[in-house]
């Protein structure tokens, strides 16, 4: 179920039912090759969404998945992202944005296909996700830590890229592990 912060003054809110035109207008600023700076609102509402994606699909993976180090990455993926999503929404609260927590239509749409998945078709499904989802968030954390309008934001960026990054050095090397068959 969704989780609703929500701490008075300016709530943005983002709707499970309302959310694909609100998410592809911040999408639509995370374009694959030079990102803009996203203002601290759009920075917080994506990275709560992808760092719940992340859980989520990870949380299916630590149950699906058949290879060990994709569970051992699986895992990995859970206690970062949550840990991350914790300090995220105090951030949230601090800047009295609301966010609802949920995965918009597209992610839903692929997780309900990666569920469908069995073996490992779905092991490699899974970390092609991750490695997808990993590139645009430290295409986006890189970009706010450099520029972001946000002090806290910024240095919270700069705090968690390490993490992503590590995340999809992992990812990548599970995918080239996964593509070999070993």
Request: glycine content about 8%.
């Amino acid at each position: 179920m969704s989780r609703f912060v929500a701490t008075g003054g300016l709530v943005v809110a983002v709707l499970l039912w309302a959310g694909p035109a609100v998410q592809a207008d911040v999408v639509e600023k995370i374009p694959k090759e030079g990102v803009k700076a996203l203002n601290a609102n759009d920075f917080v509402i994506k990275a709560i969404e992808s760092g719940h994606a992340e859980v989520k699909f990870s949380q299916l993976a630590k149950i699906k998945a058949t290879d060990a180090k994709v569970k051992e990455f699986a895992t990995m993926m859970v206690n970062d992202h949550e840990a991350a999503n914790k300090k995220l929404l105090e951030q949230a609260r601090g800047l009295k944005v609301g966010v609802v927590v949920g995965l918009n239509p597209d992610k839903r749409r692929l997780f309900m296909d990666l569920g469908k998945r069995s073996g490992a078709d779905f092991d490699r499904e899974y970390v092609r996700i991750m490695v997808e989802d990993h590139e645009k968030a430290v295409r986006m954390f890189e970009s706010y830590s450099k520029s972001g309008a946000h002090e806290d934001l910024r240095t919270f960026a700069k705090d968690t890229l390490p993490h992503l990054k590590k995340h999809l050095k992992e990812a990548r090397g599970l995918a080239a592990r996964l593509k070999k068959g070993t």
